[in-house]
């Protein structure tokens, strides 16, 4: 038997908690129309989609804090928003 169109989306939303590295999480939010036009613009200008657009620029901003932060110490614990046990 055939699936509806809805029971295919909930199948395929569900497929996606585990894809890839460690899963993949809904991002649903409004921004200016400014920030979605560049959004366009840049991943046009790179050959990728907006969602790969959006991926590396989070990434890049986020890696360089991330390189500077040892594991278990406060600083750390503060940026990921883990609770530190003394």
Do not use: C, H, K
């Amino acid at each position: 038997m055939t699936n509806t169109s809805a029971q295919r989306q909930a199948q395929y939303r569900a497929r996606r908690v585990s894809a890839g590295e460690n899963g993949e999480m809904r991002i649903n939010a409004w921004v200016a129309s400014g920030t979605v036009l560049a959004l366009r613009r840049l991943a046009r200008r790179y050959g990728v989609t907006q969602r790969e657009m959006l991926e590396r620029l989070i990434e890049g901003a986020d890696d360089p804090i991330v390189s500077t932060l040892e594991p278990g110490t406060p600083a750390w614990a503060e940026y990921f928003g883990a609770t530190v046990t003394a």
